[in-house]
């Protein structure tokens, strides 16, 4: 059973930044899936912020572009969200998982990022 384990979210300030990681385990083909991240305000679907290949490329969310960097360690199952210039509308709680298929690893618990002054 794959488990999926988001961290390094919390409480920053309009302009600051933070890096989220997303651990898995319990996969044998990590390094093959696209992974991406995403984010869910309560009362509104989920939405895919950033994806990244198994070969690196990487796509954004228009909301998102040039603030946003994702990337991946394979050797450690392990994805990132680099997160600059965060503004109030990017208050939400964050999710990784699979990107682009039709099919999810079990979601986890997400990790809440707030921006807030």
């Known amino acids: 059973q794959v488990q999926l384990v988001e961290s390094g979210g919390g409480l920053v300030s309009p302009g600051g930044s933070l890096r989220l990681s997303c651990a898995a385990s319990?996969?044998?083909?990590?390094?093959?899936?696209?992974m991406g991240w995403y984010r869910q305000v309560p009362g509104q679907e989920r939405e895919l912020v950033a994806s990244i290949t198994s070969g690196g490329t990487t796509n954004y969310a228009d909301s998102v572009k040039g603030r946003f960097t994702i990337s991946r360690d394979n050797a450690k199952s392990t994805v990132y969200l680099q997160m600059n210039s965060l503004k109030p509308e990017d208050t939400a709680v964050y999710y990784c998982?699979?990107?682009?298929?039709?099919?999810?690893?079990?979601w986890g618990q997400g990790t809440q990022v707030t921006v807030s002054s």
């Open positions: 998982n699979k990107a682009g298929g039709s099919s999810w690893y079990p």
């Open positions: 319990g996969s044998s083909v990590f390094r093959f899936n696209t």
